[in-house]
């Protein structure tokens, strides 16, 4: 082999480990991402709870209802965080089905060069 043809030869090998080390970072940085965002979910219900509580219990103290009105916020706060969970979960299946036809994408392309 000679010497151009090896230069070249390297050249190649480091453009692809280049190209999968990037992928790599890229594939991290949508883990933490998504990681943030999941953990946040647990405060979100646990503030929507709270946050139904404590408005039920002033209505309460206010109409000297107690404790229908903290009941009712209450589950209001729970449903509120429910919601933001489903919405979660369907935006997660969304960027999952996403990343799949990309890489469906990036494999037929890879095929398509090889062959």
């Known amino acids: 082999m000679e010497r151009g043809d090896r230069w070249f030869s390297d050249g190649l090998k480091r453009g692809k480990r280049d190209q999968e080390i990037a992928r790599i970072d890229q594939d991290?940085?949508?883990?933490?991402?998504?990681?943030?965002?999941?953990?946040a979910l647990g405060l979100e219900m646990g503030?929507?709870?709270?946050?139904g509580y404590g408005i039920g219990w002033w209505l309460d103290s206010r109409f000297g209802t107690r404790p229908y009105l903290m009941l009712v916020m209450l589950l209001l706060g729970i449903a509120a965080g429910f919601r933001g969970l489903i919405r979660a979960a369907r935006e997660a299946a969304r960027e999952q089905d996403e990343q799949d036809e990309q890489d469906k994408q990036d494999k037929q392309d890879n095929d398509g060069k090889q062959g």
Request: net charge positive.
């Open 28 to 39: 991290g940085k949508r883990m933490w991402r998504s990681a943030l965002r999941y953990s």
């Open 47 to 51: 503030v929507a709870a709270a946050i």
